[in-house]
């Protein structure tokens, strides 16, 4: 399993960016991926998760919801994070990740991450 995430970059507060992790090596629906965030001196956290088996998305950070959007294609195995009306404190590296099964438990598969910046 490899997953590559892109999309990252430096955007203004009150912007948006659109981040995909491209998986190879497993079929989206047997798997679940999710987005975590690591910021400056924090701790790294979950952020949205999707299954892909049952097409659920479930949002672990109440600062996201409404604001993000987790999504993905079957066809390319790819997962996307829309994130709209951005601010400060979504400063931080993204790294998506994939799990066989369900967005619960361990999740084995790593990405290297994408910066994403969001100026005041």
């Known amino acids: 399993v490899q997953l590559v995430e892109s999309g990252g970059g430096l955007v203004q507060t009150g912007g948006s960016l659109r981040l995909s992790c491209a998986g190879t090596?497993?079929?989206?629906?047997?798997?679940?991926v999710a987005w975590f965030r690591q910021a400056p001196g924090k701790e790294r956290e979950g952020v949205t998760c999707i299954s892909g088996r049952e097409g659920s998305t479930y949002y672990s950070d109440r600062s996201v919801k409404g604001r993000f959007t987790i999504s993905g294609d079957y066809a390319t195995n790819t997962v996307y994070l829309q994130m709209n009306s951005l601010k400060p404190d979504d400063t931080a590296v993204y790294y998506c990740a994939a799990n066989q099964g369900s967005c619960i438990g361990e999740f084995s598969s790593w990405g290297q991450g994408t910066q994403v910046t969001v100026s005041a």
């Open positions: 090596g497993f079929t989206f629906d047997d798997f679940a």
